[in-house]
């Protein structure tokens, strides 16, 4: 009995860690996306509310393990991983420079500091005229 109970015990602790490094609604992943900015995998935009579950993607094309997955410029440019579904179809296109924003995230310059303003001179003095003696 206590062999079962603990059995069912390390069952569930593993389906709640699946649960925990997943990216549900509400949570995203973060990879490092090279000269083309990071890429922000949002669990809003890729479940049930597409009409998606987690078996469409995992374990194939993407393993379950967190940082398995390293993408390649080569495996960028194929019909496989993302671009199963980002086709331009299903969803839209991998390979069109326009959409390339929607999941590349370049980090935004530092805002310029606003310029000093230069100190402002000191006005001159007013030109006197001289008084003549009475």
Do not use: W
């Not at 509400?26 to 078996?55: L, P, R, W």
């Not at 980002?86 to 995230?105: I, L, R």
């Amino acid at each position: 009995m206590r062999t079962t109970i603990l059995a069912l015990v390390l069952i569930i602790a593993v389906a709640f860690l699946g649960s925990a490094i997943a990216s549900p609604p509400g949570k995203s992943v973060e990879y490092a996306g090279g000269d083309a900015g990071k890429v922000i995998f949002n669990g809003d935009t890729h479940g049930a509310k597409q009409g998606m579950k987690c078996n469409d993607c995992h374990p194939k094309p993407f393993a379950m393990k967190k940082g398995a997955f390293k993408m390649t410029k080569e495996g960028h440019s194929k019909a496989e991983y993302c671009g199963i579904c980002h086709d331009g179809k299903k969803a839209f296109s991998q390979s069109t420079e326009a959409d390339c924003g929607k999941c590349h995230k370049k980090a935004e310059a530092p805002a310029a500091a606003p310029a000093t303003p230069e100190p402002a001179a000191a006005p001159a003095p007013a030109p006197t005229t001289p008084v003549p003696p009475k």
